[in-house]
């Protein structure tokens, strides 16, 4: 006759669970506090304002948070492809090389007037490769007449 392990007897079935909810209550961790949106950085007029081209598209410039006279812009490339900026209203053109950077040292000096402006890669404009610059006039210095 063969024989089969005998049936736990309630008080030791009762001392498994016990010693299960132990464990199970041992592994669990505080509630998870709520996630938070993320932070967005607020622009810092005291840095260049950046364009970023990517793949077939310019980043923060649709439009752009608007951008001072007296600021440098930077477009930089963060793509293996050519890119070029055009700037409508402008004489402004000038290729981007893969993974390179122009600097307007002075936005003033390519708009002379603030505004809105308008601006594209002449080799991705078919794929929706454009952008809108905003331009502002230069706030008055600290301590000046009109401050």
């Avoid at 932070?39 to 950046?50: L, N, Q």
Wanted: overall charge positive.
């Amino acid at each position: 006759m063969r024989s089969f392990p005998a049936r736990p007897t309630v008080p030791a079935a009762l001392a498994w669970a016990a010693l299960l909810l132990a464990l199970a209550a041992s592994c669990r961790s505080t509630p998870a506090k709520p996630r938070t949106s993320l932070s967005v950085i607020p622009d810092d007029p005291r840095f260049p304002y950046v364009v970023t081209a990517i793949d077939y598209h310019f980043h923060d410039a649709h439009p752009s948070s608007p951008i001072s006279q007296d600021r440098v812009l930077l477009f930089r490339s963060a793509s293996t492809n050519r890119h070029n900026v055009t700037i409508e209203g402008t004489t402004y053109t000038r290729d981007l090389p893969p993974l390179g950077e122009l600097r307007i040292d002075r936005v003033g000096t390519v708009f002379s007037h603030p505004g809105r402006y308008r601006f594209f890669c002449r080799y991705h404009v078919d794929r929706g490769m454009r952008g809108l610059l905003v331009v502002v006039a230069p706030s008055p210095a600290p301590g000046s007449p009109s401050s």
